[in-house]
């Protein structure tokens, strides 16, 4: 029993899960109109969108590094790949190529970062603004026209009721949880984020590591933005506007650690799903939609006390049965 309490209790995500499920609970007595199929699939419309990017943030996180660039990112890759179809360019290579594009901006954080050795708040927060002008100039500060005709069902088409780009967001998930749980390069990424000195000395290229994880990272937001570019049938450079910081904010109430070394790609789904319901419920209740940030502010500060506390209850455990 005791082992299965310190199993749960040393989940990074086990406070979002249970907050998540208190709550739809709780608003399923409350209004009739929430737990419904109808109402989960407003939710899930954008959710894999968000999730992914959510995904991208946790790994950066747990390395023990932030990309604040990652909202404008959103916006370049669908931009780059709209652009391309346009020119005449085979429509999977076109998201191939606005995929790279977004890896690209990803290198270069990296790159400033760690040669520099910059605050990476610092350099993302610089590739924020010249990312958003990225996508501004290379479309002369018009919108590209979306392509007629083109094939968008393998990426954002429905089945019945849900969008195919969440079983892309349960796949690329699947992907990142095994490498982060079974795989030397996962445990390299948590032991960089604990400890880089540490990790040097163990023979960690903590620098691989961490450009790595930035790639990851921007990949993945721009892969996000051309699956809502696709969705919603259009790419405008405003794309993604704010998204960084509710990236963040649902990294950390799905249990990354703002220090590094703690996280994972299910608290990232957690996190993203919670917040995504909280703005649903909202919604629902028919409250000011302004004071959804203040919700959110509500459950980072929540988030961060009941993770610190669960993770000291699962180590006195250990400590006690050490002993």
């Known amino acids: 029993m005791k082992n299965t309490i310190k199993s749960l209790l040393s989940r990074p995500e086990i406070s979002a899960l249970v907050i998540t499920i208190f709550l739809i609970i709780v608003f399923s007595f409350i209004s009739d109109r929430f737990f419904n199929s109808r109402n989960f699939?407003?939710?899930?419309?954008?959710?894999?969108?968000y999730a992914l990017v959510a995904l991208g943030v946790t790994i950066l996180m747990i390395?023990?590094?932030?990309?604040?660039?990652?909202?404008?990112?959103?916006?370049?890759?669908?931009i780059v790949t709209v652009i391309l179809v346009n020119d005449g360019y085979n429509q999977y290579w076109a998201i191939i190529l606005g995929l790279i594009s977004a890896a690209a901006l990803g290198f270069v954080n990296a790159l400033v970062t760690l040669l520099f050795k910059i605050p990476s708040f610092i350099t993302t927060l610089g590739m924020l603004f010249m990312a958003r002008s990225i996508a501004i100039g290379i479309c002369g500060g018009f919108p590209p026209s979306f392509p007629k005709g083109w094939d968008t069902d393998w990426l954002v088409g429905r089945m019945d009721m849900i969008r195919m780009s969440l079983f892309w967001l349960i796949g690329i998930a699947l992907?990142?949880?095994?490498?982060?749980?079974?795989?030397?390069?996962?445990?390299?990424?948590?032991?960089?984020?604990?400890?880089?000195?540490a990790?040097?000395?163990l023979g960690i290229n903590t620098f691989a590591v961490k450009t790595t994880c930035f790639i990851i990272c921007s990949t993945l937001a721009g892969y996000a933005g051309i699956i809502q570019s696709l969705r919603i049938k259009t790419a405008i450079t405003s794309l993604?506007?704010?998204?960084?910081?509710?990236?963040?904010?649902?990294?950390?109430?799905?249990g990354a650690s703002l220090f590094g070394g703690i996280g994972s790609a299910f608290g990232a789904l957690v996190g993203t799903f919670?917040?995504?319901?909280?703005?649903?419920?909202?919604?629902?209740?028919?409250?000011?939609?302004?004071?959804?940030?203040?919700?959110?502010g509500i459950m980072i500060i929540?988030?961060?006390?009941?993770?610190?506390?669960?993770?000291?209850?699962a180590d006195n455990i250990r400590l006690k049965e050490d002993e």
């Open 199 to 201: 990790a040097n000395d």
């Open 41 to 49: 699939m407003v939710i899930l419309a954008a959710y894999p969108e």
């Open 274 to 296: 919670l917040l995504a319901m909280i703005d649903n419920i909202l919604i629902l209740t028919r409250v000011d939609g302004n004071w959804f940030k203040f919700g959110l």
């Open 175 to 197: 992907v990142l949880n095994f490498i982060l749980k079974k795989t030397n390069f996962g445990s390299w990424i948590y032991a960089t984020g604990e400890n880089k000195q």
């Open 240 to 254: 993604g506007l704010g998204l960084e910081l509710n990236a963040i904010a649902s990294a950390v109430v799905g």
């Open 302 to 313: 929540i988030a961060v006390i009941l993770n610190t506390y669960t993770k000291n209850r």
């Open 63 to 78: 390395s023990g590094e932030f990309d604040l660039s990652v909202g404008s990112v959103f916006a370049v890759a669908p």
